[in-house]
């Protein structure tokens, strides 16, 4: 097989532009982004390096063919003329999932068991076996047909890449490893600056920021399902995870503050940021939202409090965006970034946002409305 593969980063809506500067970041050039997926080309290498070092992606996939499909036999001859022998070895565990949008081949069940049989007839021309034990690594292949454009790919990462690893324990209607890491990306919070979360839960978003700030790869931590294939070396694993370790900032110094009215919340936060290497700079304290305070300049806070959906009354919520908007009234230099549902928030904050960005929680579409502070004097952080 070549050293030349296809790649794709799948991403929530809304998220496709942050995943493509991340890619950028990394060297990856020749870059395409579409709804939902930014595709790009590399190395096995690539593979790695994608799912240890991308914040906001959740799966990479290896795209092993794509072709115009309008009847089962066109979808059964192209599948079968893919190279599945040199990625899936005798004993390999495949495992078809499909999808089909706005296509003529609507039945989803019928194409993954088309894709399954011309894969099947295509490895027996290799291996020479009749019956395959599936007893091997899986290799979890995805049938996504879009207007009988057929995309084949493999799942490279496993889990979920939200799962860094850090949050065992969680809060009721947590915000995604991933999503917060974009919520702060999208935001204009640095190292320099004081990050406060005063509805923080779990600590993710806080706990996603420390972790950009020192340069701690999010998938240093975990394992995913393509370390078991035999045409990804492990030394390629290993030299990925040890240029990860060794770019670590680890004397990097942050103030960063969580706060939460539930006791059980700030101890599954510190834990999580023990976990994550990073409690030693956030400092979680249980505190009610009324009773929280601007010490510092030129701080921000970005939060993903409660919409009245999943947890807290609608009245209580409610009563919660109102304290927000006295709370930032009394200090201009501060930012404010929220996530909500609420489509009345700017009129219960009484100030319309700055900027405002559509975004996906889950399945609930949300807003992250954003309030720019006072721009800070030249060298004001070099005190």
């Known amino acids: 097989m070549t050293?030349?593969?296809?790649?794709?980063a799948t991403t929530t809506f809304g998220l496709e532009a942050i995943a493509k500067r991340e890619l950028l970041n990394l060297g990856f050039d020749n870059l395409k982004v579409s709804d939902g997926r930014v595709d790009f080309t590399g190395t096995f290498e690539s593979i790695p390096l994608a799912n240890i070092w991308l914040r906001t992606a959740d799966r990479i996939l290896l795209n092993v063919g794509e072709f115009e499909a309008l009847t089962f036999d066109s979808l059964f001859e192209s599948t079968k003329a893919l190279p599945w022998a040199d990625l899936i070895p005798e004993k390999g565990n495949f495992i078809i999932n499909g999808k089909s949008v706005k296509s003529t081949l609507f039945s989803i069940s019928d194409c993954q068991s088309i894709v399954e049989k011309a894969i099947v007839e295509k490895l027996k021309l290799t291996y020479n076996v009749t019956w395959f034990e599936k007893s091997g690594p899986t290799y979890k292949i995805l049938v996504s047909i879009l207007k009988d454009r057929v995309t084949l790919s493999i799942d490279t990462s496993g889990v979920g890449l939200h799962k860094r690893g850090y949050r065992e324990a969680t809060v009721t209607a947590p915000l995604k490893e991933t999503l917060a890491s974009a919520l702060i990306d999208l935001s204009y919070w640095n190292k320099d600056r004081v990050l406060m979360d005063p509805v923080c839960g779990s600590g993710t978003i806080l706990i996603e920021a420390a972790m950009i700030a020192r340069n701690i790869a999010p998938g240093l931590n975990r394992t995913f399902v393509s370390e078991q294939w035999d045409f990804i070396p492990d030394e390629l694993w290993k030299k990925v995870r040890k240029n990860a370790y060794s770019v670590i900032n680890h004397d990097l110094e942050l103030k960063m503050i969580g706060s939460d009215f539930d006791e059980e919340n700030i101890n599954i936060a510190k834990n999580n940021a023990y976990k994550a290497g990073?409690?030693?700079?956030?400092?979680?304290?249980?505190?009610?939202?009324?009773?929280?305070?601007?010490?510092?300049?030129?701080?921000?806070?970005?939060?993903?409090p409660p919409y009245g959906e999943r947890i807290g009354s609608l009245v209580e919520v409610e009563n919660l965006y109102r304290d927000m908007g006295h709370l930032l009234q009394t200090d201009s230099t501060w930012s404010f970034y929220v996530i909500t549902s609420h489509e009345e928030f700017e009129k219960l904050y009484r100030k319309k946002a700055n900027k405002k960005r559509k975004l996906f929680n889950g399945m609930i579409k949300t807003d992250y409305y954003q309030y720019f502070g006072d721009r800070p004097p030249k060298n004001y952080f070099d005190k």
């Open 3 to 8: 050293n030349n593969i296809k790649l794709i």
């Open 278 to 304: 990073v409690d030693d700079c956030i400092e979680f304290k249980v505190m009610d939202f009324k009773d929280v305070t601007l010490n510092d300049k030129y701080g921000v806070i970005i939060c993903n």
